[in-house]
């Protein structure tokens, strides 16, 4: 277990992270998380690979997390992460930064287009692999990412940084 | 009618759904091939996936900044375990039988990469052999170890020298890649994935430096991604 938790640990408590936006939330989730790998380890099939299983999991738990929390709640936190601060001229000298300023757009997308981002790009998920963690199917997974990516030229747009797409 | 004509006009295409996987490097063999065919001929999709590049990036950058947990959260759960009441020992069996059989089934691509890793490892073990051997009278601090995830594999480096996450292209050859560690007085720090964290060289880089550093890396032919990392 102590192999496993080594091995895994900082990535799911990353993807945990930016499901609940809550390091000590998250830092319960991972406990959770490992505790139950404890106890079900008989249902791992081998099927997957052990993170695919393990992010699973951290995705369910951080789910109920969030259930317990206000819906009212998070909206606030992700238009708070995308506000528009034209009259600080800290936020606009922001702006100019694409890096900092797509940071900070990934950070103001909903949880299901978080999610999903961060499962391909960070956690090297492949489609099949991303239907498996998320449950939905693979074309859903592939057009979901597609409307992500919109999202957050939507929002780059809006803070006024221009990629020349879509 | 016009509704349903702006909707299919909004559909996205079937490559262009899979361009940000084959940034990722996850997409087969075959759908690759196909990606980039279709990279070659079409500019706009071309940009497209300069902008999805950019967001890989990003997105790495953004998540390696969030930092690991505490060991308050690996005490916690030790201490939960140990109130667990015992298990059938045919379940811890079970486990370790499954993952074992999770490696036995890793792809080619991945066990290539792991024995990539051995072989580097061996490679920067005598290296640093080499090194005590020539430079034992200067004053150094060298670490070797049999090739683990968990564990650094370092040759005289300094704290705070600069740390860059690093994707080599598929096809690279370890003899490249070799080359490419000498070439910059770079280590492997840690691999995880098809991702390696070196480090680069003994000593703190001024901001300039390591715009040059990132930028001469970014241009090299074997590597597929680069990005500054703590």
Same mark, same amino acid.
Do not use: C
């Given at each position: 277990?102590?192999?496993?938790?080594?091995?895994?640990?900082?990535?799911v408590f990353r993807f945990g992270i930016r499901l609940v936006r809550d390091e000590q939330v998250a830092e319960d989730l991972i406990s959770e998380v490992?505790?139950d790998?404890?106890?079900? /380890?008989? =249902?791992?099939?081998?099927?997957? #690979?052990?993170?695919?299983?393990?992010l699973a999991i951290t995705r369910f738990k951080a789910l109920s997390a969030l259930r317990r929390r206000k819906d009212v709640e998070l909206d606030d936190e992700a238009a708070n992460a995308i506000e528009d601060g034209?009259?600080?001229?800290?936020?606009? /000298?922001? =702006?100019?930064?694409?890096?900092? #300023?797509?940071?900070k757009c990934l950070g103001a997308l909903s949880p299901e287009h978080r999610e999903i981002v961060d499962l391909?790009?960070?956690?090297?998920?492949?489609?099949?692999?991303?239907?498996?963690i998320v449950g939905i199917?693979?074309?859903?997974?592939?057009?979901r990412?597609?409307y992500a990516?919109?999202k957050l #030229?939507e929002l780059?747009?809006a803070?006024?940084?221009?990629?020349?797409?879509? | 009618?016009?509704?349903?004509?702006?909707?299919?006009?909004?559909?996205?295409?079937?490559?262009?759904?899979?361009?940000?996987?084959?940034?990722?490097?996850?997409?087969?063999?075959?759908?690759?091939?196909?990606?980039?065919?279709?990279?070659?001929?079409?500019?706009?999709?071309?940009?497209?996936?300069?902008?999805?590049?950019?967001?890989?990036?990003?997105?790495?950058?953004l998540?390696?900044?969030l930092?690991?947990p505490?060991?308050?959260a690996?005490?916690?759960?030790?201490?939960?375990?140990?109130?667990?009441?015992?298990?059938?020992?045919?379940?811890?069996?079970?486990?370790?039988?499954?993952?074992?059989?999770?490696?036995?089934?890793?792809?080619?691509?991945?066990?290539?990469?792991?024995?990539?890793?051995?072989?580097?490892?061996?490679?920067?073990?005598?290296?640093?052999?080499?090194?005590?051997?020539?430079?034992?009278?200067?004053?150094?601090?060298?670490?070797?170890?049999?090739?683990?995830?968990?564990?650094?594999?370092?040759?005289?480096?300094?704290?705070?020298?600069?740390?860059?996450?690093?994707?080599?292209?598929?096809?690279?050859?370890?003899?490249?890649?070799?080359?490419?560690?000498?070439?910059?007085?770079?280590?492997?720090?840690?691999?995880?994935?098809?991702?390696?964290?070196?480090?680069?060289?003994?000593?703190?880089?001024?901001?300039?430096?390591?715009?040059?550093?990132?930028?001469?890396?970014?241009?090299?032919?074997?590597?597929?991604?680069?990005?500054?990392?703590?």
């Open positions: 277990m102590q192999v496993l938790y080594g091995r895994h640990h900082v990535r490992f505790l790998v404890w106890r079900q /380890a008989g =249902k791992f099939e081998g099927r997957s #690979a052990v993170s695919t299983w393990l034209s009259d600080d001229p800290e936020v606009t /000298a922001q =702006k100019k930064d694409t890096s900092q #300023a797509l940071r391909v790009y960070y956690h090297e998920k492949s489609v099949e692999e991303v239907a498996e199917p693979e074309n859903t997974v592939k057009t990412l597609f990516r919109k #030229a780059l747009k803070a006024g940084v221009e990629r020349g797409w879509p | 009618m016009m509704a349903m004509k702006k909707i299919l006009e909004q559909e996205p295409s079937e490559i262009e759904v899979l361009l940000p996987w084959l940034a990722a490097g996850t997409l087969n063999a075959r759908d690759a091939k196909r990606v980039e065919e279709a990279l070659a001929r079409d500019p706009a999709l071309a940009k497209q996936y300069a902008v999805i590049r950019e967001e890989y990036t990003e997105t790495i950058g998540n390696e900044s930092g690991a505490s060991a308050h690996m005490a916690k759960l030790f201490a939960a375990i140990d109130a667990e009441p015992a298990r059938a020992p045919s379940m811890s069996r079970n486990i370790s039988a499954r993952i074992s059989g999770f490696f036995a089934s890793l792809s080619p691509r991945t066990l290539a990469w792991s024995a990539s890793l051995g072989a580097l490892a061996l490679l920067l073990q005598a290296g640093v052999i080499g090194a005590v051997l020539v430079k034992s009278q200067q004053p150094a601090s060298f670490q070797t170890a049999s090739l683990s995830m968990d564990e650094p594999i370092t040759r005289s480096l300094g704290p705070e020298a600069p740390r860059v996450l690093v994707r080599f292209a598929p096809d690279a050859r370890v003899a490249d890649i070799t080359a490419l560690l000498d070439s910059y007085q770079a280590a492997i720090i840690e691999a995880r994935g098809g991702m390696f964290r070196l480090q680069f060289g003994a000593r703190a880089m001024s901001k300039d430096e390591i715009a040059a550093l990132m930028n001469r890396l970014k241009s090299e032919k074997i590597v597929n991604l680069a990005v500054a990392a703590p």
